[in-house]
T-cell receptor
């Protein structure tokens, strides 16, 4: 079955710097890759997603890139702010009928 | 829409007791998921339903866990008997279709088994 790995497990950056979180997946048939943000004590919430027919997607300060050949995808956050501090989960899914497989999460701390 | 509703928000019980967690998905969503989150194991999918039918329960840890979805607007996750290692936050989520819509998570139930 699908396996999703995520690095780093923890990340600290200075406010204003960029943060990059990388994920790899094992099943080449996966074609949907969402990213979830979970603030302390809150529920996970989707922040951005990308499908296999797209190499990059941006939404304001957040961008995701996908390399299907290498089977890895990354989350980029620019101009980080303290409110970006949270745990970020990447995930992968094959078809509409398959379950989404989550990575182990990255705890991001943005230092003011 | 009120979003996914879970109850109770917090549950403290003693080892051996039965625990029932409840979830009301977003109206119209045909997929419902139960997750367990712990520091050690992260976010684990326990079971998911499509149109009230269990599709994949391979994540259910053992026979002490069971889940039902008697109708489109209600699901339960039951642990009987509960053990201290079951202490975790349990999330319910729903979606229209896993590949074409977001999974909307509920606020979670924090379960503590003493």
């Amino acid at each position: 079955g699908e396996n999703v790995e995520q690095h780093p497990s923890t990340l600290s950056v200075q406010e204003g710097d960029s943060a990059v979180i990388k994920c790899t997946y094992s099943d080449s048939a996966s074609n949907y890759f969402p990213w979830y943000k979970q603030e302390l004590g809150k529920r996970p919430q989707l922040i951005i997603d990308i499908r296999s027919n797209v190499g990059e997607k941006k939404d304001q300060r957040i961008a995701v890139t996908l390399n299907k050949t290498a089977k890895h995808f990354s989350l980029h956050i620019t101009e980080t702010q303290p409110e970006d501090s949270a745990v970020y989960f990447c995930a992968a899914q094959k078809t509409s009928y398959d379950k989404v497989i989550f990575g182990p999460g990255t705890s991001l701390s943005v230092i003011p | 829409d009120a979003g996914v509703i879970q109850s109770p928000r917090h549950e403290v019980t003693e080892m051996g007791q039965e625990v029932t967690l409840r979830c009301k998905p977003i109206s119209g969503h045909d997929y419902l998921f139960w997750y367990r989150q712990t520091m050690m194991r992260g976010l684990e999918l326990l079971i998911y339903f499509n149109n009230n039918v269990p599709i994949d329960d391979s994540g259910m840890p053992e026979d002490r866990f069971s889940a039902k979805m008697p109708n489109a607007s209600f699901s339960t996750l039951k642990i009987q008997p509960s053990e201290p290692r079951d202490s975790a936050v349990y999330f319910c989520a729903s979606s229209l279709s896993p590949a074409r819509d977001t999974q909307y998570f509920g606020p979670g139930t924090r379960l503590t088994v003493l």
